[in-house]
DNA sequence: AATAAATTTGCAGGTTTTTGCAGCTTTTAT
DNA sequence: ATAAAAGCTGCAAAAACCTGCAAATTTATT
């Protein structure tokens, strides 16, 4: 059996069934697993598949998500560092959707070991390609134009769970409407996940504070931590200071 | 012996059986490794074969590895046309994960009202889309590898469903093993949606056909539809066929 | 036809590639 | 925590390769 030839086949398997066992390839082709992973490691130094332990995946399946030009990108980034830097090893994290908590996924250090608990599909698909981390998934209805899961039997779900910690990706906050939203099964399941947390943090970029919306989400009061790209002695914080918000 | 007549045969040789041996070529033709060698050399240098350490690979044979970006795109495409064709408005569609389901999801008609039922990321995020077609997501813990949700949970859910129709994108059938996976977990919730579909229809690209792999998902019999891109007059079918099934 | 020139071939030797194995470390699962 | 599986490293044997050279063969020329 020539090595191209047995590289060949390797790849046309891995394609064709998206993820392959050293164990597996090793007997189907007849050789010794030192020389199956010598391939995969090879083709994975080519670029042609993923290696991981234990065997190889196709690449097309794992593709990473195109990070196209999102609004922000940079202050959204500062957020995500500070927002990354809350969560420990072993927690429970619950976390809407929306384009800072994507970044924040990706923020995330390498050897993280938490559950991250989301009903939105884009943070889920940021999740999932971390290497240590779990990830559970709120089903039931997804909303067109939030990406993220609503309805009764969300709610349900989320209301189970206790987590150690929050973190609302938000549209409009201000002393006095508190938390706000435009759409209306949003809002539910933001609120679901509020009260199913011990400490709650909303990401915001400045831009939004002191903005409001049509339905409110919670009072600044339910808020434990607020963090935005601007330093923490900033005084446009200080009347959510005044009412015990710890800034970051 | 002449050098070309030696050529033409070695050219021929490999064309005909894709692959060949220094080794075998040597006592085949009676001439020394050597000769074999610097043949294979000037054929390569030619561009007539590919050379490589121990014999030659023919240029057919590399190029068409090498060639499409996801696999075998088009063959894909055909078995999602005929697959799409099989839902009617109104309908309550649980499918799987897997390439040839996304194809499916792109092929589905724009003005189609049907309810999509799936624990595939990816899958979601192709319905998701879809301007006027419902989409449930069933929730869970994320299976990293293969991008959808598995669990106890999930399992439990979809089988308080019941779908009119169910679409598995799959990775091994035949007529002895039945239909057959690699990842157990995967395994569980292909089962639960078999279990509660009123009709199952296995979406496969031929040369998934007469394949297993280690664990069973349920037998043939169980199956309604089989869809792959060849005619169904294909006498690769006949087995299914004596088994009840509908060949698309 | 004979001979010179050019090409091809086989071989000796030394080098590189490939492969499986043993021993040890890392990762994963229970 | 502990055991099993997978991975890594270095090694050694076999196979394949390369280089240079001389013998053999083909081709060209007189």
Redesign the interface.
Known sequence: M????RQ?II??QI???????CS?LCTQINVSEDTIRRDLQELSNNGKIIK?HGGA??K??HSSINSTQVYSIDKKKSIAQKAASLIKDGMFVLTSGGTTIIEMAKALPENLHATFIT?S?PA??E??HHPTI?????????S?SS?I?VGAE?IT?IKQISADICFLGINALDIEHGLTDNDWEVVQVKRAMIESSRKVVALSISEKLNTSQNIQVCKVKELNVLISELTPDNNVFDSYKKEGIEVL
Chains 1, 2 share one sequence.
Not at 2 to 5: A, M, N, R, S, T
């Open positions: 020539l090595k191209q030839e060949a790849l046309h394609n064709l069934h998206n993820r392959i066992f597996d991981v995946l196709s097309s399946f009903g599909l889920a698909l999740y999932i779990e990830v559970i998934f709120i089903g039931d209805k997804l067109k990406q899961t969300a779900k």
